[in-house]
């Protein structure tokens, strides 16, 4: 989500993966886990980062993983990460 372009023309990228995917199956699946990956010309970036988790926008939590449960979905829920980093 979150792109920042620099003097060498490649912009950072925020990725998120779902494990084990992003459907909740009753009995099956019923929690998510969010991990978010600071890109840059197709490699993650190293170092320190403040990840800030945000559901509908609203900030719900902190680090490089976030759980998402079941139980805490609405109908539709939207999961965002902002990721700070200084090089």
């Known amino acids: 989500k ?3 372009s620099n003097k060498d023309n490649k912009a950072y990228k925020v990725e998120i993966t779902a494990n084990p995917g992003t ?4 009995g099956v699946v019923t929690e998510i886990t969010l991990t978010a ?3 840059k010309g197709g490699l993650e970036v190293l170092g320190t980062k ?4 945000y559901k509908n926008n ?4 902190t680090g490089q993983t976030y759980k998402v449960y079941a ?4 109908e539709v829920s ?3 990460c ?4 200084e090089d």
């Open 71 to 74: 139980s805490a979905i609405e």
């Open 78 to 80: 939207t999961y965002t």
């Open 37 to 39: 990956k600071l890109m």
């Open 50 to 53: 403040e990840y800030i988790w």
């Open 23 to 26: 459907i909740f199956k009753p």
């Open 58 to 61: 609203v900030q719900v939590g």
């Open 2 to 4: 979150a792109q920042h």
């Open 82 to 85: 902002t990721i700070t980093y």
